[in-house]
């Protein structure tokens, strides 16, 4: 088994190398920086989808042009974003995405949990036009939070981390590959 990750982030890598060995003994996984073609701050689920579905796609191309690799081939793309949630104070809510796509196109989507966002940084992204791990990294004090514990490990005081809602994700993108029959 091939998978290729549509990123170089290896909160990223990690989070799928330790999601596809629950399920999986047999499997190969390398990265590539994929291009999201969404904005920096995606907002609205079609704009999170179709950045993963992008990533996805530029990392299962290296996949299936290695001769030398044999199926199955597993491209994958993770992106965050902000999703309106009026009920929520500040209006949105963080959610993590995950497309699988495997040699035949066919796309599965699985997602993290979905988290608030202090109003404050809400604001900032809306009216700075900035990128949440940017405002984030400057609150805690930390340039790299969205490459070790990300904002969900900062807010949550470390009780949760961005490894273990990325790779709640990419589980819940696998249930389809991993229950063929009653998915059928």
Do not use: W
């Amino acid at each position: 088994m091939n998978i290729c990750v549509g990123s170089l982030n290896p909160v990223k890598i990690d989070a799928v190398r330790l999601a596809f060995g629950l399920y999986f003994e047999d499997f190969r996984v390398s990265y590539i920086e994929a291009e999201s073609n969404v904005p920096n701050q995606p907002i609205g689920l079609d704009s999170i989808l179709l950045g993963a579905q992008n990533r996805a796609q530029q990392a299962l191309t290296p996949l299936i042009e290695d001769s030398n690799a044999s199926p199955p081939h597993y491209g994958i793309g993770i992106e965050a974003g902000l999703v309106k949630i009026p009920i929520a104070p500040s209006n949105y809510m963080d959610f993590q995405f995950c497309v699988i796509m495997d040699e035949h196109r066919k796309i599965t989507i699985g997602s993290g949990i979905g988290f608030e966002y202090p109003k404050k940084v809400i604001n900032k992204v809306l009216f700075n036009k900035k990128e949440i791990g940017h405002i984030m990294g400057e609150i805690a004090n930390n340039e790299n939070l969205k490459r070790e514990n990300g904002a969900i490990g900062y807010l949550s005081k470390n009780a949760i981390n961005r490894i273990d809602i990325l790779k709640d994700a990419v589980i819940c993108a696998l249930l389809p590959r991993i229950n063929k029959s009653l998915y059928e």
